[in-house]
């Protein structure tokens, strides 16, 4: 076996292992320390991994979603706002309402986002090991590739 020297532990190839830090996925808020060696077969190139306990479930794409609405919502809202700085007259009061129902559609998500994350928090961390971790923030790259047909309802 190789020694993998990104790997936290300095150990040799383990398929799975629990870090010092604690990491909050950006999505749902979930937590994990929980490591994995990804990859396939011994000639493949192999790399540590974290992915987010929440991904197995049908909810958490939904939640990415209205995540990316939300954003989306928001560069809309600056553009008509930089539209609005110009705007003179009939355009001006058009774009005055424009920002305004664009600014309700993005509370109105964020409180679906909110709603949403309630869901997952606290609920389906895989944390292990010492309680003094560091809290860092991790957007999921790796994601559960197998069909998400877990019950919608999440664990309480």
């Not at 799975?16 to 994990?32: A, D, L, M």
């Not at 609405?69 to 110009?86: A, C, K, P, T, V």
Request: charged share 30%; net charge negative; aromatic share 10%.
């Amino acid at each position: 076996m190789s020694n993998y020297g990104s790997h936290p532990l300095g150990c040799n190839e383990q398929p799975h292992w629990r870090s010092t830090e604690v990491y909050r996925c950006e999505i749902c808020g979930t937590k994990t320390n929980h490591w994995f060696l990804w990859g396939a077969g011994a000639a493949m190139y192999k790399h540590n991994a974290i992915m987010c306990p929440g991904d197995h479930y049908k909810e958490h794409d939904k939640l990415e979603t209205l995540l990316k609405r939300h954003l989306e919502l928001s560069d809309q809202i600056n553009d008509y706002r930089g539209i609005l700085e110009r705007a003179t007259g009939t355009d001006r009061e058009q774009a005055t309402k424009a920002v305004e129902i664009l600014e309700a559609q993005r509370d109105l998500l964020k409180t679906g986002i909110e709603n949403m994350r309630e869901l997952f928090m606290d609920k389906v961390d895989d944390l292990m090991g010492d309680t003094s971790w560091t809290i860092l923030t991790f957007y999921p790259s790796t994601r559960y590739c197998f069909k998400k047909d877990l019950p919608v309802r999440l664990p309480s």
